[in-house]
């Protein structure tokens, strides 16, 4: 079946993001706003962490003496989400709790974001799979397609993983036809403290599908590491929006989850991202380092200087984006804490001449009937930006753990030794542009010392 080019010259100029289908549908879709200044944090809340020696039982007069008048702790650590008075401003509120000698940090509850700019809805042939392509994707899965003991906890709007009626709203969530045998790992809802992390949105379904999504099956698209498991975690919103708290709930749920007195989670996907800092997320993110986590997150659009946060921290490993040229994709945000890139997509170009923009094409709730409240109609559909980067990256590094290695750091140096130097960046080295280069997955995994497979025609 041969696509047709539907996409003219006055649509390219007249819309930030065209969207083409196979069966002659064409969307525009605008990307999002300039990109945003200064941190932005939920009004009205605050996070509040005491020192170990106090007894979380006898703070209640200490919060309501800063103006709390709810409290939300969390299921892991012993920080608390504070509620202030309205009228009360969550700067001085911080400040008051800070100059408590109890009181170890506060912080605002931060806001952090899906890292992913626009998306087109797109046939279903493996051909059209740049990305995979790109990174030799039929080399990788001679050597190695991942393993089923190696979870992988996406923390993004949830996953469409299951059929499901939810008693609160009678909303019916489906499960994306293109799973396939994919094993699912019992995920958890931060936002609405459940057990059902279903996909109210559309981000968190695409990013885990670039993981996981079923291969060889004859239907639809490719994942990376399709034979490992993926475990949901929503933290972001039906608008793809989330909360420090939340996300170090997240982390803390896939850091802490046992599986037969075994912690299947090896690597954790946050395609997400803030300007801000939050020192309760950094916390989480160093727990699920020492626990022997690979933490991957999107370097951030801006197309600047500065990488989002939490993918700033040290024990991230930060994901920039290139597009089908292999090149960084101009909104890829640069700076010192960049790790590596991987194929983000930029659904402005057609460099490989298909008919087709180069996003990153993957399962996921159709968008159009997302909007009316539905939630059991998928499309393949693509999407650009460092929140598609980061699944290649993670896939990658469970792939590496399937192989056999294990510890987070000597994954890194794996993946930096053999990544491909583009954009200036020295051999054995780095720069901030591009980190340390492309991710160059079936030479990492070959040079550990396994089966290297036939050579890719």
């Known amino acids: ?39 932005e944090y939920r009004p009205g809340e605050v996070i509040v962490a005491f020192r170990p020696q106090v007894d979380l039982r006898d703070v209640e007069p200490m919060l309501r003496a800063g103006g709390g008048v709810r409290v939300r702790r969390a299921r892991f650590r012993p920080h608390l989400l504070v509620s202030l008075e309205p009228g009360i401003a969550v700067p001085e509120a911080v400040a008051w709790f800070e100059s408590m000698d109890e009181v170890d940090y506060a912080e605002p509850n931060g806001l952090v974001r899906k890292s992913q700019t626009t998306f087109t809805p797109n046939d279903e042939f493996f051909e059209f799979q740049w990305n995979m392509e790109l990174l030799g994707a039929r080399r990788i899965w001679a050597i190695q397609k991942g393993q089923r003991s190696v979870g992988v906890a996406v923390l993004d709007t949830g996953a469409a993983y299951e059929d499901y009626r939810d008693p609160r ?102 395609s997400l991202g803030t300007d801000g800092f939050s020192e309760t997320v950094s916390r989480a993110v160093d727990r699920a380092h020492r626990a022997g986590i690979v933490v991957v997150a999107a370097a951030g659009n801006t197309g600047r200087s500065g990488i989002d946060f939490p993918a700033s921290l040290p024990s991230v490993i930060a994901a920039g984006a290139v597009d089908g040229r292999g090149e960084r994709a101009s909104y890829s945000s640069t700076g010192a804490e960049l790790s590596l890139m991987a194929p983000g997509g930029n659904c402005d170009r057609d460099d490989d001449r298909d008919g087709l923009a180069d996003c990153v094409f993957q399962q996921m709730p159709d968008p159009d009937f997302v909007d009316l409240g539905i939630y059991d109609r998928f499309c393949y559909c693509g999407l650009d930006g460092t929140s598609m980067a980061a699944p290649h990256v993670s896939a990658a590094a469970a792939l590496l753990i399937s192989q056999g290695i294990t510890d987070p750091d000597a994954v890194l140096a794996a993946l930096e030794q053999t990544a491909e130097k583009i954009g200036g960046a020295p051999e054995g080295g780095r720069n901030d542009t591009v980190g340390h280069g492309l991710i160059r997955p079936a030479p990492a995994l070959s040079g550990l010392g396994f089966d290297q497979g036939p050579v890719e025609p």
């Open 1 to 39: 079946m041969r696509l047709r080019a539907l996409i003219t010259l006055a649509m390219m100029a007249l819309a930030a993001g065209v969207v083409a289908r196979a069966d002659g549908i064409v969307k525009v879709v605008p990307r999002p706003s300039a990109p945003r200044s200064g941190p």
């Open 169 to 270: 709203d009678g909303r019916f969530y489906g499960r994306a036809p293109d799973w396939g045998e994919v094993t699912f790992l019992p995920g958890w809802d931060v936002v609405n403290e459940d057990a059902h992390p279903n996909d109210d949105e559309f981000h968190g379904t695409h990013v885990a599908s670039t993981i996981a999504e079923a291969t060889d099956n004859d239907v639809g698209v490719t994942g990376l590491a399709f034979e490992c498991a993926i475990m949901p975690v929503k933290v972001l919103d039906e608008v793809g929006t989330g909360t420090f708290f939340d996300v170090a709930e997240g982390i803390d749920y896939a850091t802490e989850y046992r599986q037969g007195g075994e912690q299947p989670i090896k690597v954790i996907n946050m």
